[in-house]
């Protein structure tokens, strides 16, 4: 083989397809380095990995990435510990869309080499030889290597394929996910962040895309909760688990409603563990029909109104901008049956959220909720007070 049928065929001399599919593989590893071992199991301690594979995925990392373990561990657990102030590392509420899409990786850039942030929230990472004297060492090598391996299998071609592949985690994980993910989507739970599910169908970036259902459950190594939906990350960890490669820790526990209906320490375990999902429940089940019958005979220009209200109470009041606001404050003023329902979810997000209180009171104050519910002459509360009552997390 002489040098311009190697530089254009390379050691494999591959087609086109043959070198896409290729190109999907090797960014699809990279998207279950990133999503199973650096989140799940590194920073969320979810599942546990097999040593070996841990290995893989920190060598494939430094190959394909240049990131290490620690830094990338810190700056997400930052990012959860701060979400949405201006202390977040890369949150679209105060960089703003644009910068967190298209610089995202230039904001973990920045957080990554702030030493305080790799001392607080980069604990429990690897610390061996390997990290120390060659990925942290010599820590753009592996993209360097990889870059001549690709041109060595591929040809010119390999210089695209290479490019493909550095630039693949910067934009869907530092830009789509923690831009649009931020911003952009459906929401399961009243997190008290921005955080959206952008689509369904997690497949493309490992399941990350349940972004929404993450921040609800942090340390569940599941990313898809309800049905319909679909995480290809826990797909991965279930083949994983089964042929001993994983062992599962964490997911979210099961709400069910039981045949007891009463408060006791049972339900408000369950209500406490399933209270961002609850908060979403009454928008749907108690504000949204409420609205439906009080404001029947208004126009679909209100009824459009009316979507980007029952929207907006799934965010936290600090989140939303003026005209949000304005909304929310008409539709309270112009209805007392809107303006009551408002004032209960509001009271029963302040009972599941107060500190220092002891279960005792908190049965009390939940058992009085419920009983001023069913007293306040609105169905849909009423209905929503008694099946509160019967909520309890499934045996295992």
Known sequence: MNILDFLQHGLLDFSLLQILITLIVTTQITILAVTLYLHREQTHKGLILHPILKHYFRFHLWMTTGMLTKEWVAVHRKHHAKCETED?????????????????????????????TLDKYGKGTPNDWVENFVYSKFHFLGVVLMLLIDIALFGVIGITF?????????????????????????????????????TRFGFIIGGEELHNNHHAFPS?????????????????????????????????????????????????KAMLTHKVNLLQVYVK???????????????????????????????????????????????????????????????????????????????SEIKEWCHNAEKSGVEVLQVYAQKLQTYRLKSI
């Open 162 to 198: 290479w490019a493909i592949q550095i630039v693949w985690i910067p934009f869907f994980a530092a830009g789509v996910i923690n831009g649009l993910g931020h911003w952009s989507g459906y929401r399961n739970y009243s997190t008290d962040d921005c955080s959206t599910n952008l």
């Open 88 to 116: 977040d590392p890369h949150s679209p509420q105060h960089y703003g869309i644009r910068k967190v899409l298209f610089s995202g990786v230039g904001l973990y850039e920045k957080e990554r080499l702030n030493q305080q």
């Open 285 to 363: 089940d108690v504000i949204k029909p409420a609205i439906a019958v009080e404001y029947i005979h208004r126009t679909k220009k209100f009824k459009k109104s009316s979507d980007k209200f029952l929207n907006s109470l799934s965010i936290d009041w600090r989140f939303l901008d003026d005209d949000a606001k304005n909304l929310f404050k008409q539709y309270i003023n112009i209805s007392p049956t809107v303006e009551t329902i408002i004032k209960f979810r509001n009271d029963l997000k302040e009972i599941w959220e107060s500190r220092g209180k002891s279960t005792e009171q908190m049965i």
């Open 220 to 268: 569940s190594c599941k990313f898809a909760h309800t049905k319909g939906e679909y995480d290809w990350g826990w797909i991965v960890i279930k083949f994983l688990n089964k042929v001993g490669l994983a062992k599962i820790k964490k997911t979210v526990p099961e709400l069910e409603q039981s045949n007891i209906s009463s408060v006791d320490l049972d339900a408000i």
